[in-house]
T-cell receptor, first 110, second 113 residues
Framework: DAKTTQPPSMDCAEGRAANLPCNHSTISGNEYVYWYRQIHSQGPQYIIHGLKNNETNEMASLIITEDRKSSTLILPHATLRDTAVYYCIVRVSRDDKIIFGKGTRLHILP | EPEVTQTPSHQVTQMGQEVILRCVPISNHLYFYWYRQILGQKVEFLVSFYNNEISEKSEIFDDQFSVERPDGSNFTLKIRSTKLEDSAMYFC???????????FGEGSWLTVV
C-alpha cells in the first residue's frame, strides 16, 4: 500500500517483544491504522486497528504516535508461531476493500 | 469464534473448465469479498459485494469471473474457461458495516493444468 512504509524483514528472539514499525506520514484524520498478518499459506488474519489512541487486545498492542504519522505493532512475547508477514494498512473504516502491500516478514528465532 | 469457511481447500482443474469456489461468510456480516494470491506474490483484491450486487471490482475481475450469493449463507466465485494463470489461492472475506473490519477465510487453492 503506497500509504504505508514498512521494513521488508525483521528478526526477533523467541520470548522477546517484537516491535514492528510502520510509517504513514500522509494519513488523513478519518483513516484508521489496521494490522493484519499472513502465516505461510494461510488467509490474512486481522490483528488490531486504531484511530488515535493506543489499543491492546489479546494478540497485540498498537501504539500510534501523537501526530499519527507512524505506529508500532507490539507482540509482547513472540513465539515461533508468530513468524509471518505483517501488513500495516491505512484505510477509512468504511472503505470497501483492503489493499495489501509487501508488509514486513517477521522471523522469530529460537 | 466465528470464521469464514471456504470449500474446496484445493481443486485441480483442466484448462478451459469452469470452477466454482464456495464460501460461507460470518453469519451477521453484510459485505463480502474475494481476493487472490498467486504463489509468491501479494494478496490482490478482486471484488466486493453488498446488498446482492457488486460494489467494487478490480481490473483483474473481468468477464471471466462472476460472483453470486445464491442463498442466505453462501457466497460463490465462478471462474469460466480457466487459464493456467488463474492458478492461485483464492480468499473469501466478510465484514460487518461499522467498523468495516474484514475477516478472511483460509483460502481455496486452485491449480489449473
Amino acid at each position: 500500500d503506497a500509504k504505508t512504509t514498512q521494513p521488508p524483514s525483521m528478526d526477533c528472539a523467541e520470548g522477546r517483544a517484537a516491535n514492528l514499525p510502520c510509517n504513514h506520514s500522509t494519513i488523513s484524520g478519518n483513516e484508521y491504522v489496521y494490522w493484519y498478518r499472513q502465516i505461510h499459506s494461510q488467509g490474512p488474519q486481522y490483528i488490531i486497528h486504531g484511530l488515535k489512541n493506543n489499543e491492546t487486545n489479546e494478540m497485540a498492542s498498537l501504539i500510534i504516535t501523537e501526530d499519527r504519522k507512524s505506529s508500532t505493532l507490539i507482540l509482547p512475547h513472540a513465539t515461533l508461531r508468530d513468524t509471518a508477514v505483517y501488513y500495516c494498512i491505512v484505510r477509512v473504516s468504511r472503505d470497501d476493500k483492503i489493499i495489501f502491500g509487501k508488509g514486513t516478514r517477521l522471523h522469530i528465532l529460537p | 469464534e466465528p470464521e469464514v469457511t471456504q470449500t474446496p481447500s484445493h481443486q485441480v482443474t483442466q484448462m478451459g473448465q469452469e470452477v466454482i469456489l464456495r464460501c460461507v461468510p460470518i453469519s451477521n456480516h453484510l459485505y463480502f469479498y474475494w481476493y487472490r494470491q498467486i504463489l509468491g506474490q501479494k494478496v490482490e483484491f478482486l471484488v466486493s459485494f453488498y446488498n446482492n450486487e457488486i460494489s467494487e471490482k478490480s481490473e483483474i475481475f473481468d468477464d471471466q469471473f462472476s460472483v453470486e450469493r445464491p442463498d442466505g449463507s453462501n457466497f460463490t466465485l465462478k471462474i469460466r474457461s480457466t487459464k493456467l494463470e488463474d492458478s492461485a489461492m483464492y480468499f473469501c472475506a466478510s465484514s460487518t458495516d461499522n467498523p468495516r473490519t474484514i475477516y478472511f477465510g483460509e483460502g481455496s487453492w486452485l491449480t489449473v493444468v
